[in-house]
């Protein structure tokens, strides 16, 4: 069904018509038509020719070559160095898009796209998105825009219910939630409503001694959040994990750290614990390491920005234990909640305490509802002022799709992970590295017992470019405990077994042809 | 044209059509139907169904109040405490919008809102965020997906070169820009650059001496970037203006207060001015300003959020004057240039000040395009790491208006403000406080020579609430040098000459019975 209608039909708003027919039959001087950038209908034509243009895309996209093929500088050749002074039509621009946009992209929505961590999505959260774009509504203070604040309000509750989260999280309870744009905010914001919590009660001058933990499988955003928060770098440690504790944090490393350095004097704060790192899914040991946190008052967030979708399905959930005694969680839908881009869900106990650092009050913004503090003013919940209907696309995903459908949903990828793994275990020249605790295996090819680490490595990275470079599967590496590993990510929402079995054969070729190749040198 | 096809036809994907009547149909234990989150032809069907229902709202927009008239808390009553276990269609989902969300929402798009600064849009923006969505790609490094990268690198010169800016600040040149989502990053970012910069020279324990400039004028997001970065709050100078400069920042004072800080042995850092403030669009002097960040070694940021995009045209071109002095600017064109939220273009001229404070290095993200320093990686250019093919959005404005288009809509909002300037000055009850300079009026009513300022406060206050009451109108105050303004910033997408006119009537209305009232007292 397609909904196309001859771009003359509805240009009479811009200027490039002034020579158009229908005005050229006007003799004298014809009127100089006025530009209008939102005409209803105008916009209901072209949206609805974008709509099959996105869809033929998604129809097609395995034609394409996943990971993109092109060189550094392709673009800038191919398009004018300035913009244009009249308009060009719509068509003109998806021909450009076909012909010279997408060559260059990385299909992230490909079936055969098994890097990084998908970023999964949906008719629903689509729709969903198309109307936060629509009312454009911004929403920084409750007045603003009273249903943007209140469903997201909803949604957050929604959604921690789910997660089986307690009251002290929710609006229902005794906390609250808001949706962010990514972990990095997430961080950043609650790292500095830590931050201000400490300087308030060990004085300004104390900025220089603030420490903040993590691991060295937490997320980089986390080192760059506190050098934006103001922490000194000398001041971020990076706890080193190993292949003993499947790279998850070990409690009692944690508190020698932090007891070294209360013996030196500095002010440790804030700790960052995973569920489902970047590298290898590691999930850190909630429990235990709040028994940290709370010995030496250090606010501890928790980021599960992949793995936490994953505790909506009961099976997972005790990946969450302990939850009640942190500070804050955050976990991002676009990954495995089919939400597309961007969408992170934060939860505080005390968004006073986020208030508190965050809060601004100019005039020209003052209202009686503000005023009254009978209302959530996210504004003060985030590092912006303005922000979108958040949280339209995350209410269309849970109403379309239902709790049940999202838990099937997670099942399957975890279920299709689980058949790679069992393809690699069967193959004797490929090894699983680490536990497979979601979807993403980490494996490597491992065939001479003989090998040095080094070549093991070189091997390995031969393959993931002979891979890669077939533009039929991407996939990416990481390295752990000095070890050069390669994930398998599976779960973009087009990803069916089908695909999961194609790639394996297509990474079996290429282990063939490189250890061909090596019996061949 | 609408097309509407029944939802039963396209749901055969979901767990709630088991009980449905083709599969009724089928007598014994019928298939259990895979869930689908992305079938190509429902994906068609709910779009397009979506984009009528979004057409068919800009359509009526005028039917609904523009503030909404509705009570804190009203929505969760209207909506179940947890997410639905199954699915629910669209159809019903978007009779609850209609019902339950609408009523909620403070109208942005509607032609009568003159409340703040206004959120332009267009069909072209909406069809590029479209695209946008759709790829969902994550550009947080050039290899993850190139043509994002590059048409992002492509759109910042196309914009820079429309605002004739120096080649010191395109990618063509030494400098270069990027898509932030909001004028708030933009100054958080380029804030810890600089913060990195001067601690870099003078010694991390410096950092309780640093200090920032701004005015009283500046927006509000200043200050809480400042702290973020960790920035003492008594080190913000928050300098004043005054109605004899129009609320512009003077270079005089500016000078004075940051001798006096070098004489305290402080460490001033960075200035931020404005063009076209937040409550009157004041400008400030970049060139006398630049002289002081100059000889103090100051990072120099313009925020322009609002007043930058007007520069396109070359008759306010002027207000730039003096930008190829300064480190970085910021304009908005989620707010004039009709792209929707969010989109804030900051430009820096020295891009490796911001990759030296923001870069990460994580091994799973490291490649050899990255590595061969040939490419920009924008994940070292924000807050976060992962982001949006943001660019789509603005190429599709540019290439679908041109750039006669998009100076002629600035105009149209300048000349309707104008209008509704000339409108006040007829009414020898009102008066202009400020000059305007782009499409914002700043006036009040002010009809008794005799009355003290309290009490023409008074009046102005009755005169807002009794405006934004009706629903018909929704327009905001300030207050500037002890006076309270109200504010009337013209140009929505929609507004027309006619709204600008009943909007007038309507405020003369309110005068009317709000003296006819005190006469009555």
Same mark, same amino acid.
């Given at each position: 069904?397609?909904?196309?209608?001859?771009?003359?039909?509805?240009? !009479?708003?811009?200027?490039?018509?002034?020579?158009?027919?229908?005005?050229?039959?006007?003799?004298?001087?014809? @009127?100089?038509?006025?530009?209008?950038?939102?005409?209803?209908?105008?916009?209901?034509?072209?949206?609805?020719?974008?709509?099959?243009?996105? +869809?033929?895309?998604?129809?097609?996209?395995?034609?394409? @070559?996943? &990971?993109?093929?092109?060189? @550094?500088?392709?673009? #800038?050749?191919? *398009?004018?160095?300035?913009?244009?002074?009249? %308009?060009?039509?719509?068509?003109?621009?998806?021909?450009?898009?076909?012909?010279?946009?997408? %060559?260059?992209?990385?299909? /992230?929505?490909?079936?055969?796209?098994?890097?990084?961590?998908? +970023?999964?999505? !949906?008719?629903?959260?689509?729709?969903?998105?198309?109307?936060?774009?629509?009312?454009?509504?911004?929403?920084?203070?409750? *007045?603003?825009?009273?249903?943007?604040?209140?469903?997201?309000?909803?949604?957050?509750?929604?959604?921690?219910?789910?997660?089986?989260? @307690?009251?002290?999280?929710?609006?229902?309870?005794?906390?609250?939630?808001?949706?962010?744009?990514?972990?990095?905010? +997430?961080?950043?914001?609650?790292?500095?409503?830590?931050?201000?919590?400490?300087?308030?009660?060990?004085?300004?001058?104390?900025?220089?001694?603030?420490?903040?933990?993590?691991?060295?499988?937490?997320?980089?955003?986390?080192?760059?959040?506190?050098?934006?928060?103001?922490?000194?770098?000398?001041?971020?440690?990076?706890?080193?994990?190993?292949?003993?504790?499947?790279?998850?944090?070990?409690?009692?490393?944690?508190?020698?750290?932090?007891?070294?350095?209360?013996?030196?004097? &500095?002010?440790?704060?804030?700790?960052?614990?995973?569920?489902?790192?970047?590298?290898?899914?590691?999930?850190?040991?909630?429990?235990?390491?709040? $028994?940290?946190?709370?010995?030496?008052?250090?606010?501890?967030?928790?980021?599960?920005?992949?793995?936490?979708?994953?505790?909506?399905? %009961?099976?997972?959930?005790?990946?969450?234990?302990?939850?009640?005694?942190?500070?804050?969680?955050?976990?991002?839908?676009?990954?495995?909640?089919?939400?597309?881009?961007?969408?992170?869900?934060? =939860?505080?106990?005390?968004?006073?305490?986020?208030?508190?650092?965050?809060?601004?009050?100019?005039?020209?913004?003052?209202?009686?509802?503000?005023?009254?503090?009978?209302?959530?003013?996210?504004?003060? /919940?985030?590092?912006?002022?303005?922000?979108?209907?958040?949280?339209?696309?995350? /209410?269309?995903?849970?109403?379309?799709?239902?709790?049940?459908?999202?838990?099937?949903?997670?099942?399957? $990828?975890?279920?299709?992970?689980?058949?790679?793994?069992?393809?690699?275990?069967?193959?004797?020249?490929?090894?699983?590295?680490? %536990?497979?605790?979601?979807?993403?295996?980490?494996?490597?090819?491992?065939?001479?017992? =003989?090998? !040095?680490?080094?070549?093991?490595?070189?091997?390995? #990275?031969?393959?993931?470019?002979?891979?890669?470079?077939?533009?039929?599967?991407?996939?990416?590496?990481?390295?752990?405990?000095?070890?050069?590993?390669?994930?398998?990510?599976?779960?973009?929402?087009?990803?069916?077994?089908?695909?999961?079995?194609?790639? /394996?054969?297509?990474?079996?070729?290429?282990?063939? +042809?490189?250890?061909?190749?090596?019996?061949?040198?």
């Amino acid at each position: 069904m397609h909904h196309r209608r001859s771009e003359a039909a509805f240009s !009479s708003s811009k200027i490039h018509d002034m020579g158009s027919l229908e005005l050229r039959s006007a003799d004298s001087s014809p @009127p100089r038509c006025e530009f209008k950038p939102l005409d209803p209908e105008e916009f209901r034509n072209q949206a609805h020719r974008m709509v099959d243009f996105i +869809a033929d895309y998604y129809k097609g996209i395995e034609t394409y @070559p996943v &990971l993109s093929q092109v060189q @550094p500088d392709y673009l #800038r050749t191919c *398009l004018p160095k300035t913009a244009p002074y009249l %308009p060009e039509s719509l068509e003109n621009i998806l021909t450009d898009v076909t012909e010279k946009i997408i %060559p260059g992209m990385t299909h /992230w929505l490909s079936p055969n796209f098994f890097a990084f961590f998908p +970023a999964t999505v !949906s008719t629903a959260a689509f729709v969903g998105e198309m109307l936060c774009t629509s009312f454009n509504s911004v929403g920084f203070n409750w *007045l603003a825009s009273p249903a943007a604040t209140e469903l997201e309000m909803i949604v957050m509750d929604w959604l921690a219910n789910m997660l089986k989260l @307690p009251n002290s999280f929710m609006f229902s309870g005794t906390g609250g939630g808001v949706i962010q744009n990514t972990s990095s905010e +997430a961080i950043l914001v609650t790292l500095v409503a830590a931050r201000d919590r400490m300087l308030h009660s060990c004085g300004a001058a104390s900025i220089q001694k603030l420490v903040v933990y993590c691991s060295d499988q937490t997320h980089s955003t986390f080192t760059k959040a506190a050098k934006l928060a103001g922490i000194s770098p000398h001041n971020v440690r990076s706890i080193t994990t190993n292949l003993d504790t499947d790279f998850a944090l070990s409690p009692v490393l944690v508190r020698s750290v932090v007891e070294a350095d209360v013996m030196a004097g &500095l002010v440790p704060f804030y700790l960052c614990a995973t569920v489902g790192t970047t590298s290898t899914t590691a999930i850190d040991p909630l429990e235990q390491i709040a $028994d940290v946190a709370t010995d030496y008052g250090l606010w501890m967030h928790v980021d599960a920005a992949y793995g936490g979708s994953a505790c909506i399905c %009961p099976e997972f959930r005790h990946y969450l234990d302990g939850i009640e005694r942190v500070d804050s969680l955050s976990l991002s839908p676009h990954k495995w909640l089919l939400s597309y881009l961007d969408c992170c869900c934060l =939860w505080v106990k005390k968004p006073s305490s986020l208030m508190k650092a965050l809060s601004t009050d100019p005039e020209y913004l003052r209202n009686k509802a503000s005023e009254s503090a009978s209302v959530v003013d996210y504004k003060d /919940w985030q590092v912006g002022t303005g922000r979108k209907f958040k949280s339209l696309r995350l /209410w269309l995903v849970m109403r379309s799709y239902g709790v049940a459908n999202l838990q099937s949903h997670i099942r399957s $990828d975890v279920r299709m992970a689980k058949m790679f793994e069992g393809l690699v275990k069967s193959d004797p020249r490929f090894e699983i590295v680490v %536990p497979r605790w979601f979807a993403l295996v980490c494996f490597r090819l491992n065939p001479f017992s =003989w090998a !040095s680490p080094g070549y093991t490595e070189l091997l390995n #990275r031969k393959l993931l470019e002979w891979v890669n470079s077939t533009g039929r599967v991407y996939m990416t590496h990481t390295i752990v405990g000095g070890m050069y590993v390669l994930r398998f990510a599976v779960g973009t929402t087009l990803t069916t077994e089908h695909h999961v079995a194609a790639a /394996w054969k297509l990474i079996k070729e290429g282990a063939d +042809a490189i250890l061909k190749g090596i019996r061949n040198c």
